[in-house]
């Protein structure tokens, strides 16, 4: 074994997401038989059901271990742990070796795996807007929390966390001392991908 790096760490988080109820003339409506929109016009003040206030803790540990077998072979192995205390635990881990055939051609190659649980602002934001149709018709459409009535009522289901597998190769090769060339290649699958659902 030419060299041997060990690495290893811990880390301790708090996310925290608030927001607040906006001024009242910004979302009220103060005349209900009116027929009017209510609220500030293209956007709508955060009304009273908007305001959140979430907080979660988050505990990470990581290792970390390299070795160059020979003047040719390195062999790269980390592994992450991972826990949400309002989502649930994670382990990820990541291979990679580089192989020299010789002093100007090198290959390397790596495949993981990745985590990332939703965002406090992806689970808990909502917003009623005002927009209008071409007609001049004001009419009023909003981002609803995942966990809201409204998201349960047409089926959509709890987040997940976004998990991914990933492949990289690639060769490297140095033509002279100026002129380097460097082909790589990269596959990646992303499972629940969170996006904003379309209009409903």
């Given at each position: 074994?030419?060299?041997?790096?060990?690495?290893?760490?811990?880390?301790?988080?708090?996310?925290?997401?608030?927001?607040?109820?906006?001024?009242?003339?910004?979302?009220?409506?103060?005349?209900?038989?009116?027929?009017?929109?209510?609220?500030?016009?293209?956007?709508?003040?955060?009304?009273?059901?908007?305001?959140?206030?979430?907080?979660?803790?988050?505990?990470?540990?990581?290792?970390?271990?390299?070795?160059?077998?020979?003047?040719?072979?390195?062999?790269?192995?980390?592994?992450?742990?991972?826990?949400?205390?309002?989502?649930?635990?994670?382990?990820?881990?990541?291979?990679?070796?580089?192989?020299?055939?010789?002093?100007?051609i090198l290959w390397r190659g790596s495949i993981s795996n990745g985590f990332r649980a939703p965002a406090l602002q992806q689970r808990?934001?909502?917003?009623?807007?005002?927009?209008?149709?071409?007609?001049?018709?004001?009419?009023?459409?909003?981002?609803?929390?995942?966990?809201?009535?409204?998201?349960?009522?047409?089926?959509?289901?709890?987040?997940?966390?976004?998990?991914?597998?990933?492949?990289?190769?690639?060769?490297?090769?140095?033509?002279?001392?100026?002129?380097?060339?460097?082909?790589?290649?990269?596959?990646?699958?992303?499972?629940?991908?969170?996006?904003?659902?379309?209009?409903?």
């Amino acid at each position: 074994i030419r060299s041997l790096n060990v690495a290893f760490g811990t880390e301790f988080r708090t996310d925290h997401y608030n927001l607040e109820e906006g001024e009242e003339a910004s979302w009220k409506n103060y005349a209900p038989t009116s027929g009017r929109v209510a609220g500030s016009q293209g956007q709508a003040g955060f009304q009273p059901q908007n305001a959140v206030n979430e907080n979660r803790h988050v505990i990470g540990s990581y290792a970390e271990i390299e070795m160059e077998n020979n003047e040719k072979l390195l062999l790269n192995l980390a592994g992450r742990y991972e826990y949400y205390s309002d989502y649930r635990s994670n382990l990820a881990g990541k291979f990679a070796l580089r192989y020299k055939f010789s002093k100007h051609i090198l290959w390397r190659g790596s495949i993981s795996n990745g985590f990332r649980a939703p965002a406090l602002q992806q689970r808990f934001y909502s917003l009623i807007t005002t927009q209008s149709r071409p007609s001049g018709e004001l009419f009023r459409t909003g981002t609803f929390r995942n966990d809201s009535k409204v998201a349960e009522a047409f089926g959509i289901s709890p987040l997940n966390a976004e998990k991914t597998i990933n492949f990289s190769t690639g060769f490297t090769s140095a033509i002279s001392k100026n002129i380097s060339i460097n082909v790589d290649a990269y596959w990646i699958q992303i499972k629940n991908r969170i996006i904003y659902s379309g209009t409903i």
